[in-house]
Every structure is written in structure tokens, then in C-alpha cells.
């Protein structure tokens, strides 16, 4: 498992965690701590945090220099009825592919954008905004869980 944690925890240990899940790779936990309400975050999840088999050290050296845009963010604001409207962008660096341009080898960022717009959501309450299947098994998931 691969896993960001954005902000400090706080004493009241209030808290959204994203886990993105994919089949026959390691999943990533995105968890961003909350202090105050309403909230808006911006912050990076940019770590090259791939497994590369069969790369030189000229080629991973290559790779650690890429520039990738994983700016992210996250919007808290509580509602009248106790419960919260959430939204966020969260760029996911998943990997490098390798391709071949005017004859040199490039190494292109794989991305996964995860997001959701005014979503709300209850206290202590676990959604699954992203589901996909092949026959009957889910190949890629997104659970939310709104910690407050």
C-alpha cells in the first residue's frame, strides 16, 4: 500500500481517508487530516512510488526528474442538517510507461484522477463513489471514509 497523509491529526481526530484499489496492484491511501471547518486544501500527491522491474539506475535516475502535475485539493463545508457537502480533486501518480518518441525512450506518467463535486456525506459514513467490474469482480474501487 501506497499512502500520503496531508496535515497534522488533530485532537479531535477528524480525518477523510481515500483508498483507491486496483486489480493486481497495491492500493493508495490518500488520508488528509482536518482542523477547522469549512476547509479548503490544496496540496501534491507526487511520489514516484511505482515499482519499476527491469530499469537501469540511468533510467530510474530519468524518471525521479519528470515533472508530473498531481496538484490536488479538498473542500469541506458543514450543511444546516449536521451533515457536510465534500468535494475534491486528488491527482494520483500510479506509475511511468515507457514509450519511444523520435527514437529516445520517455517515460509518461500514469495518472488517476479521482473526484467528486458537493457530494454529501454523514458523519462516520463509508461511500464508494467509484466501482468498476469484469465479470462479476471488481477490477477498480474508490471507498471514502468521512471521519468526524
Known amino acids: 500500500m501506497f499512502e500520503h497523509v496531508i496535515g497534522e491529526l488533530n485532537p479531535e481526530k477528524k480525518h477523510v481517508t481515500f483508498v483507491y484499489s486496483r486489480e493486481g496492484e497495491r492500493d493508495r491511501t490518500v488520508v488528509v487530516n482536518v482542523?477547522?471547518?469549512?476547509?479548503?486544501?490544496?496540496?501534491?500527491?507526487?511520489e514516484n512510488n511505482g515499482v519499476y522491474v527491469g530499469l537501469s539506475q540511468v533510467e530510474l535516475a530519468k524518471i525521479s526528474r519528470t515533472k508530473v502535475n498531481c496538484d490536488s485539493w479538498l473542500a469541506i463545508t458543514p450543511l444546516v442538517n449536521g451533515k457536510y457537502a465534500l468535494s475534491y480533486e486528488l491527482n494520483l501518480l500510479l506509475g511511468f510507461r515507457p514509450m519511444?518518441?523520435?527514437?529516445?525512450?520517455?517515460?509518461?506518467?500514469?495518472?488517476?484522477?479521482?473526484?467528486?463535486?458537493?457530494?454529501?456525506?454523514?458523519?462516520?459514513?463509508i461511500a464508494h463513489p467509484l466501482k468498476r467490474y469484469a465479470n462479476d469482480t471488481i477490477i477498480e474501487s474508490t471507498t471514502v471514509e468521512f471521519n468526524w
Open 100 to 125: 519511444y518518441v523520435e527514437g529516445q525512450q520517455v517515460y509518461v506518467p500514469l495518472k488517476k484522477k479521482l473526484a467528486q463535486y458537493k457530494a454529501v456525506y454523514t458523519p462516520n459514513s
Open 35 to 46: 482542523d477547522a471547518e469549512p476547509i479548503e486544501m490544496r496540496f501534491k500527491l507526487c
